[in-house]
């Protein structure tokens, strides 16, 4: 997802349509399973929400406050900081955040797991000296604001600098010691970045366990996965051949056992989340397009990068088996792009929640409103009110449509985005 995501997934949507297209499958219901008949309609209030991330400091904690100074600047900086933004979303008509907690393979609450996130203080493992998780649940409950704790499961690092290797390594002598030292053989390198191996059931547990603490002592309103499961780039894919030698017995392909590791982990974390809090939604923010029709004949009429092939995420099944409370396909592109329309992408995603009791929640490109683009050029005519305007619209005018979340936090306080947020403002504000 997320702006590196993002790149990734627009190479990738170049890249797949020239790419021979796999093997043809139907995913039909898993055997057994019947759709899950719906529930009648509620009057429940649309969601309206918001990713608010915290790699690479994207929306938070703000880079000035690591920049020197004492702790105590520090600390008020990065309180104020987030209480500013929930101001602003409270005043937005925002009622849901989707915090990210596991920005990497660092934590944003004192973790037993998980060293402290060098985002909050310039080195990982360091003591931010206040607990960011237990001040975001504090302060956006106060202001009436759900909060959903997005961890991204697999990504050990952004990059794989020396430098970053040396700050890792340091974590040896620390408690809790970084993943990467603690256990260096679930540890490969994919997309440019160090990734934990999905095929080792060590691996998919200690996620398991990661979510559970998180759910067990913070009063969360939910968990949310973002697209990063098997996250490869064609220049550097997951060294997973000796994993799938140990674990892929019974299975015909390397592809459908990947797939079958993704869907432990999202089977494990959901049974874990309803044994421990019935009450914790948990949901998924995965690529667009599941499946390309091309492909698949169930799939979408799009010739976007599929998750199914892409990720090895069989995002539809998880629907059907009802395995998530809601999902959040990432729908970044305007009415106008052919290759992967939103009108067409969001229709076919309500079509596939409508048996089921499964929410599903738009995942809308704010970071391209307002900024110029050779192949969606609509994100630039009239501040990009229009198209905005359309794709609320639509998710509005769709019964199985329960609501949108905007990428990212941000964006709304860009110069270009200017007049998509007073849009916003007038249309959903207090």
């Known amino acids: 997802m997320k702006k590196s995501g993002v790149l990734f997934a627009a190479a990738l949507l170049l890249a797949s349509c020239a790419s021979a297209p796999p093997t043809s499958l139907i995913t039909p219901l898993p055997h057994g399973v019947k759709p899950v008949p719906g529930k009648a309609a509620q009057n429940q209030e649309q969601l309206r929400g918001v990713w608010l991330t915290t790699v690479s400091r994207l929306d938070w904690p703000p880079i000035a406050s690591v920049n020197g100074g004492s702790a105590a600047s520090r600390i008020s900086q990065q309180k104020e900081a987030l209480k500013d933004k929930l101001d602003n979303l409270k005043s937005l008509g925002i009622n849901t955040v989707f915090f990210q907690v596991k920005p990497d393979g660092t934590a944003m609450w004192p973790s037993k797991i998980l060293p402290w996130s060098d985002m909050l203080t310039g080195h990982i493992g360091e003591d931010p000296g206040y607990d960011p998780l237990r001040f975001m649940l504090d302060e956006a409950h106060k202001r009436g604001i759900k909060v959903h704790a997005w961890f991204n499961p697999y990504r050990v690092s952004v990059n794989t600098k020396p430098a ?21 053989d679930w540890i490969r390198t994919a997309g440019e970045r160090f990734v934990l191996d999905p095929g080792i059931p060590d691996v998919r547990d200690w996620i398991t366990s990661i979510v559970a603490e998180v759910v067990t002592r913070y009063p969360v309103d939910g968990v949310q996965f973002d697209d990063y499961f098997y996250a490869e780039s064609p220049g550097s894919v997951i060294n997973d051949g000796q994993t799938f030698k140990t674990y892929g017995q019974g299975f015909n392909s390397k592809a459908d056992w990947r797939r079958h590791n993704t869907q432990q982990l999202i089977e494990q974390v959901s049974r874990t989340i309803k044994q421990l809090k019935p009450g914790v939604e948990f949901g998924v923010s995965p690529a667009g397009v599941w499946r390309n029709r091309s492909h698949d004949a169930a799939g979408s009429d799009t010739r976007g990068a599929a998750a199914y092939d892409e990720s090895y995420a069989d995002t539809r099944r998880w629907v059907q088996q009802g395995l998530l409370d809601y999902i959040a396909p990432q729908l970044y592109w305007p009415f106008s792009r052919d290759a992967a329309r939103y009108d067409v992408l969001a229709k076919w995603w309500a079509d596939v929640v409508k048996p089921t009791n499964t929410r599903l929640y738009i995942g809308l490109a704010l970071y391209k409103v307002g900024m110029p683009s050779k192949n969606e ?3 630039m005519i009239n501040g990009g009110v229009p198209e905005l305007k359309k794709q609320l619209d639509l998710n509005e005018s769709v019964p199985q449509i329960k609501g949108t979340i905007l990428f990212r936090e941000d964006y709304l306080n860009q110069p270009q985005t200017r007049e998509a947020v007073s849009y916003l403002k007038s249309r959903w504000g207090n």
């Open 377 to 379: 050029p609509d994100w």
């Open 164 to 184: 970053t290797v040396a700050e890792l390594n340091r974590t040896l002598s620390q408690q809790p010691p970084s993943v990467f030292v603690l256990h260096h």
